[in-house]
T-cell receptor, first 116, second 110 residues
């Protein structure tokens, strides 16, 4: 059973460009979460999605950031007009739809974004 | 006050030692608690879930104290491979998001 998959693993963008990060949840998981980890800082929640719905975006910056989880295909975190402060590791996690373990989140390997 | 607080360490312990980490949380409505380990530049890996008073898995024991609002992780007979950063995570109330502590760094020395 493949784990959470993220691509690309490393992404370099110049200031002002767009960054697109992709996440495919574990098989059978229908909940996707995005977290950001700045250098030397802890993991910060950004957004929680189910298929075609954003459930909780309380951690998303108000501008330039958006996320989606379409009916078909991976979840995408999009950052427009990137700035140096966006450089971080972006982790996606997924959890199963039900059962006792449905709050347990399993993380992908992350995408390391570097803005030059 | 931070929602989830951990002692950042570092904890440097010899092989075979027993080491314990504490994590305090501020939201008394929190119901689910987790310990993750994170190796340098890797993703967090779920170590243990704590739903009631505690949980044990081999050398690892997690305990929950709701009255004092903290959870602890005990590692017995430390191995070199236990060296990592240990993250405490709390699910606040009805929300599904996790709030993480800043992590406790453990180094097990030969």
């Amino acid at each position: 059973n493949a784990g959470v998959m993220q691509n690309p693993r490393h992404l370099v963008r110049r200031r002002g460009q767009e960054a697109r990060l992709r996440c495919s949840p574990m098989k059978g998981h229908s909940h996707v979460y995005w977290y950001r980890q700045l250098p030397e800082e802890g993991l910060k929640f950004m957004v929680y999605l189910q298929k075609e719905n954003i459930i909780d975006e309380s951690g998303m910056p108000k501008e330039r950031f958006s996320a989606e989880f379409p009916k078909e295909g991976p979840s995408i975190l999009r950052i427009q007009q990137v700035v140096r402060g966006d450089s971080a590791a972006y982790f996606c996690a997924s959890s199963p739809p039900g059962g006792r373990a449905h709050y347990e989140q399993y993380f992908g390997p992350g995408t390391r974004l570097t803005v030059t | 006050r931070k929602e989830v607080e951990q002692d950042p360490g570092p904890f440097n312990v010899p092989e075979g030692a027993t080491v314990a980490f504490n994590c305090t949380y501020s939201n008394s409505a929190s119901q689910s608690f987790f310990w993750y380990r994170q190796d340098c530049r890797k993703e967090p890996k779920l170590l243990m879930s704590v739903y009631s008073s505690g949980n044990e898995d081999g050398r690892f024991t997690a305990q929950l104290n709701r009255a004092s609002q903290y959870i602890s992780l005990l590692i017995r007979d430390s191995k070199l491979s236990d060296s990592a950063t240990y993250l405490c995570a709390v699910k606040p109330g009805s929300a599904r998001r996790l709030t993480f502590g800043s992590g406790t760094q453990l180094t097990v020395l030969p």
